[in-house]
């Protein structure tokens, strides 16, 4: 069966304090990896796209990188701002996505 | 470019109501998804469509039915609700070419009492 799992499931950082969030995955036919984030109430939005082990992709304070299995979402110096909840989901064959439950970062100042 | 809208926001329904969850997307994409997301469990694939005039199962699609009404509009229908199908819909949808992310709609919140 495909799983993902995202660890840790919250995560509370001082401003400016940089961390990691894990996505784990077990997937028969991985064609890709995703970052979204999503604001309370919102959809998810799009973050980054990951195809290849090795890939890295930044925008602004977020880096996303992959391995053969998993991927890690860092985050510099992060402001409150940020505050969101992150969803990895790994893209399958027949283009559909299987999400992770997602980790809920709050970032004080 | 409003990308993907979706209506009602809310909406409140007694066990055995009817309803039609509606969609639409301006960004000419050939696919397009409803998703169910409940606390703790991610978002949960209920039907997509791959193309105008296809429909496929995804992995929770007890109780749902869908209709891609043409390339821009794509609705989910309850036919029965019940209370386990009290959770946030979400509508998506996806190009081939500029890559196989999913754009998101703004969810619709659906409580079944």
């Known amino acids: 069966e495909d799983q993902v799992t995202q660890s840790p499931e919250a995560l509370r950082l001082q401003e400016g304090e940089s961390s990691s969030l894990n996505c784990s995955y077990t997937v028969s036919g991985l064609r890709g990896l995703f970052w979204y984030r999503q604001d309370p109430g919102k959809g998810p939005e799009f973050l980054f796209t990951?195809?290849?082990a090795g890939e890295e992709k930044e925008k602004e304070r977020l880096k996303a990188t992959l391995t053969k299995k998993e991927s890690f979402l860092h985050i510099t110096a992060p402001k409150p701002e940020d505050s969101a909840t992150y969803l990895c989901?790994?893209?399958?064959?027949?283009?559909?996505?299987?999400f992770g439950a997602g980790t809920i970062l709050r970032v004080k100042s | 470019n409003a990308g993907v809208t979706q209506t009602p926001k809310f909406q409140v329904l007694k066990t055995g109501q009817s309803m039609t969850l509606q969609c639409a997307q301006d960004m000419n994409h050939n696919s397009m998804y409803w998703y169910r997301q409940d606390p703790g469990m991610g978002l949960r694939l209920i039907y997509y469509s791959a193309s105008e005039g296809t429909t496929d199962k995804g992995e929770v699609p007890n109780g749902y039915n869908v209709s891609r009404l043409n390339k821009r509009e794509f609705s989910l229908r309850l036919e029965s609700a019940a209370p386990s199908q009290t959770s946030v819909y979400f509508c998506?949808?996806?190009?081939?070419?500029?890559?196989?992310?999913?754009?998101f709609g703004p969810g619709t919140r659906l409580t079944v009492t």
């Open positions: 990951l195809y290849s």
């Open positions: 998506a949808s996806s190009g081939v070419g500029g890559g196989y992310e999913q754009y």
């Open positions: 989901a790994v893209l399958l064959y027949g283009n559909k996505l299987v």
